[in-house]
């Protein structure tokens, strides 16, 4: 890794999630995932819902906006009060927001019946911490003011404790918040569903039984993500969820107090040191601008931090039992402001950990046939699945050393949910599911199946065409089986004018064949890997078989000019089998009748072979 980075354990995140959550579900208190701490990242929301959470929750439109962007549609709630310039993004973006401006909500009330929506407002009530909130007083008519408006609709009432002025939750004010509440539904007639009572610091209060029975709502990030204080010890969360590496640039022996005239650094403080005579030193590369100092802990006992300027991290090593080295590493565990700082930085690598990082290629192959039409597609694909197999198939990975379970064809008329069984099935049986298509629309159910055995994994698609991304996109409700950041296209080189506009506001990386012509196969596959690999359980690989030029692959459904060659075509496989990353595979979109020598299915198994482990020249 590029240094510094943080390295985020998601399995860690994952489990405090689930801890978490089911701690608050015996209380009658759903949880708000607030991802604001890591930027959103979209690895540790998904994350946080397999672990529970029904809800994600963030104070930044930026933040929202990526986790929109990666295909996150899960219920989402605005943290911050909404800026009154940003309305129209607020609707767009967001299904609940915090809100104390009446200003503000009738502007959202206006940019909700204009996008023909209806926002939902939870209306925030200062109990002593003077953040955010109306006086208590004042709620009655505030939220008759709401309830005139058309676009909005109240959906409960908040309060946010200990952030500024470090008032506490506590029984007495919780009870103020459940007895606003009542008198609201009373008074208005109204069901006034979320009575949210907090954030972190509001567990201890839960552990203690102190949180009255009213209150059904909790907005939970830094003790989910990193077990931040105040998170009762009693939870036995993770801790070391995330870590910061750095690089070692200095290492040397030199006095522990200052020589010369000393005035105050460069941030305004005169620091203070202690004599203990002479000490190793070393200087890591990382500092004020990507961290906080005071909210690291060394993993290595032994080591002290000293000091910081604005790239640079000064720790005494006198006392260290391993070696230092120039060009080694330290690595720090975090407290809530290292984490925010080092997300924050660019200059900061983010390295997310999820499980095993490789695989090796499974002998065990189970080959489904799905010459099958959904809703679209070519039924010139049908007679696809069986000629394959009459080619010798079977034959060449057997010959590989494989082991080959075929489990025939799926009927042409079964529905996406049978392919989505079959797929699922396969894999946990420890078998690679070979799909032979058929049009590449089965790729979606082969999308849910592989989300049924595995929480994450990429995808690399080849492909000539970008109807991928427009099939794949167009409904914004559903929840996409997979993270669009690990989401790679090759080989196209036709993209209509609505495919560009989507990419171009979506996480999903293409590789054009102008970007092959110029990096060359091997470079965009490096990245390609690199990309779908990611904190994933492993990759699927969905072979159109358009993406070959026409004269290696003529008998394609919908051919092209200035395709990827034979020998790039069998390169980028390679390369594939090489990463032991890949856990599935697809081959479609062949049209026999147009190759009566059989030249695109001979292609397509030799592709299949070198995708499974052989090389040309072995």
Partial sequence: MKYPYLEINIDKIEENARIVTNLCQKNGIAVAGVTKVVCGLPKVARAMLRGGVKQLADS??????????????AEIMLLRLPMLSEVEQVVELVDISLNSEMTVIKALSDAAEKAKKVHRIVLMIDLGDLREGILPQETLDFAKNILSLKGVELHGIGTNLACLSGVQPSSENMEILVYIAVELRKRLSIPLPMVTGGNTFSLPLLLSDGIPKGINHLRLGASIIMNASPTPAELHLQQDTIQLHA???????????????????????????KDKGIMKRAILGVGREDID??????????????????????????????????????????????????????????????????????????????????????????????????????????????????????????SEEKLAEFVSNILKKGEFPLVLGGPHAIIHAELEGIS???????????????????????????????????????????????????????????????????????????????????AVDGV??????????????????????????????HLAMELIAESKRAISADITEIDPAKDPSDTTIKLAISLIASLLGKKLLS
């Fill in 60 to 73: 930044r439109l930026e933040n929202i906006y990526r986790l929109r962007e990666d295909g996150i549609r």
């Fill in 540 to 569: 699927h690989i969905s072979i159109d078989m358009d993406f070959v030029d026409r004269r290696d692959a003529p008998g394609v459904v919908c051919d092209e000019p200035g395709g990827i060659s034979y020998r790039e075509a």
């Fill in 452 to 534: 049924r055995a595995f929480n994450e994994f990429g995808l690399i698609c080849f492909d000539a065409h970008g109807d991928l991304i427009t099939s794949i996109l167009s409904d914004p409700q559903d929840t996409l089986p997979l993270s669009l950041e690990n989401f790679v296209i090759v080989g196209v080189r036709d993209l209509t004018r609505k495919e560009k506009e989507l990419i171009n506001t979506s996480s999903i990386t293409v590789f054009t064949m102008e970007d092959i012509d110029k990096l060359g196969m091997l470079e965009v596959m490096q990245r390609s890997l690199d990309l779908a690999c990611d």
């Fill in 247 to 273: 690089e070692v640039l200095e290492f040397k022996e030199k006095p522990s107090s200052p020589y010369g005239k000393t005035a105050k650094d460069a941030f305004g403080k005169k620091p203070v040191f």
């Fill in 293 to 414: 100092p005071e909210s690291l802990i060394p993993v290595d006992q032994y080591a002290e931090i000293l000091g910081a300027s604005s790239d640079h991290l000064v720790l005494n090593v006198t006392d260290v039992k391993r070696e230092i080295t120039i060009g080694g590493e330290m690595a720090f565990n975090m407290e809530y402001g290292s984490v925010l700082a080092a997300m924050t930085s660019r200059y900061v690598h983010k390295h997310v950990v999820y499980l095993s990082e490789s695989h090796d290629i499974k002998r065990n192959i189970g080959i489904i046939g799905a010459p099958i039409v959904f809703a679209k597609g070519d039924k010139a694909t049908c007679p696809t699945p069986k000629q394959i197999r009459d080619k010798g198939l079977q034959t060449r990975l057997t010959d590989m050393g494989l082991n080959i379970t075929d489990y025939k064809d799926l009927a042409i008329n079964s």
